[in-house]
C-alpha cells in the first residue's frame, strides 16, 4: 500500500510562484510513475504533469507547460511541483498519484495510489 500526501498549497496572488510536494511511504518510490492531477470547483480533474521512474521524462498539459515544472528526489520519496507565474485559473485542488505500472502517463485510470489533495488558491 502506497500512502501519498499533498503540501504546499496556499491561497496565493496572481504571478506569484508555489511548489507543491508530495512524500510517498510504503512502496518502492523510485519504481513508480508519478503525476500531478487538479480539480477546479464544478469541473473534472483533469491532468496537469507526468513525470517518469528514473525522472529523465517529463509531461504537461499544454495549459500549464512552460509555467509548471514536476521533478522527484527519489532519496526523499518526493514528487514536487514547481508553478510559476501563477494565473487565477488555476485555483483548484491539486492531488499526486502514482502509477506502479506504467511509467508517465497522463491518463487517470492508470494511476493506482492517490493522495489526498492540497488546496490552491489563486487570487487576481
Known amino acids: 500500500q502506497v500512502h501519498l500526501v499533498e503540501s504546499g498549497g496556499g491561497l496565493v496572488q496572481a504571478g506569484v510562484t508555489l511548489r507543491l510536494s508530495c512524500a510517498a511511504s510504503?512502496?518502492?518510490?523510485?519504481?513508480?510513475?508519478m503525476g500531478w492531477f487538479r480539480q477546479a470547483p464544478g469541473k473534472e480533474r483533469e491532468f496537469v504533469a507526468a513525470?517518469?521512474?528514473?525522472?529523465?521524462?517529463?509531461f504537461y498539459a499544454d495549459s500549464v507547460k512552460g509555467r509548471f515544472t514536476i521533478s522527484r528526489d527519489n532519496a526523499k520519496n518526493t514528487v514536487y511541483l514547481q508553478m510559476n507565474s501563477l494565473k487565477p485559473e488555476d485555483t483548484a485542488m491539486y492531488y499526486c498519484?502514482?502509477?506502479?505500472?506504467?511509467?508517465?502517463?497522463?491518463?487517470?485510470?492508470?494511476?493506482?495510489?492517490w493522495g489526498r489533495g492540497t488546496q490552491v488558491t489563486v487570487s487576481s
Open positions: 498519484a502514482a502509477s506502479i505500472y506504467v511509467d508517465y502517463v497522463k491518463v487517470e485510470s492508470f494511476y493506482d495510489y
Open positions: 510504503g512502496g518502492i518510490f523510485s519504481r513508480y510513475g
Open positions: 513525470i517518469s521512474w528514473s525522472g529523465g521524462s517529463t
